[in-house]
Every structure is written in structure tokens, then in C-alpha cells.
């Protein structure tokens, strides 16, 4: 019954910034970690950032200090702030539910893309 939308995609140019958001249905958000995976052309899915309900976060190595990520109870959403954006930040970026509070999502959106040009 969990449905996640993201936004907030598209092309910037290296340096700039970008802002995600995961908009979340349900009346349990609170209690779910949240994340942020990405894939890249030719690449596997990894994990960009993660939020616990109580709000501990966790990053990949290839993005801490110029990600962060965020969310919003009241609002149900997930944010990701991206900035210093590079070229290898080109991907498909997806949200993922996790009511388990593991680096394992269950539920899913759809994702949308970055790219980031040079």
C-alpha cells in the first residue's frame, strides 16, 4: 500500500545543484527508513544516502559532504539535497521504503533522472 513518487530531476551543469524529493503514501512514514539509490550507465544500483525514522543518516563515500538528505514528516517526503554535482553523478536516482529500518527497501519508485553535464 506504500507508494513513492520522486522529482525534482534533470540537467544541470557540474558544480551546480540539485534538489530530490519522494513524496510517500501511507499512514506509517515515521516508522520507515528511508533512501536514496542511484544507477548509472553500465553501472549496478548503489546507495547514495539513507534516513532512519528517528533521523540517523548514512551516506556513500563518493557523495558525503556534498549530499544531504533530509525529510519531512508532516509532509510525508524525502529530500535530497545535491550539490558540487560531477559528471559520475549521472544516473537514474530511485527512492526507496524500508519498514524493516535495513538498507533493503521494499517499496520502490519509479526514479528520475540526473545529469549532469561538463
Known amino acids: 500500500q506504500v507508494q513513492l513518487v520522486e522529482s525534482g530531476g534533470g540537467l544541470v551543469q557540474s558544480g551546480g545543484s540539485l534538489r530530490l524529493a519522494c513524496a510517500a503514501s501511507?499512514?506509517?512514514?515515521?516508522?520507515?527508513?528511508m533512501g536514496w539509490y542511484r544507477q548509472g550507465p553500465g553501472k549496478e544500483r548503489e546507495l547514495v544516502a539513507s534516513i532512519t525514522g528517528s533521523g540517523w543518516t548514512n551516506y556513500g563515500d563518493s557523495v558525503k559532504g556534498r549530499f544531504t538528505i533530509s525529510r519531512d514528516n508532516a509532509a510525508n517526503t524525502v529530500y535530497l539535497q545535491m550539490n558540487s554535482l560531477k559528471p559520475e553523478d549521472t544516473a537514474v536516482y530511485y527512492c526507496?521504503?524500508?519498514?524493516?529500518?535495513?538498507?533493503?527497501?521494499?517499496?520502490w519508485g519509479q526514479g528520475t533522472q540526473v545529469t549532469v553535464s561538463s
Open positions: 501511507g499512514n506509517f512514514f515515521r516508522l520507515f527508513a
Open positions: 526507496g521504503a524500508d519498514p524493516r529500518q535495513l538498507l533493503r527497501p521494499l517499496y
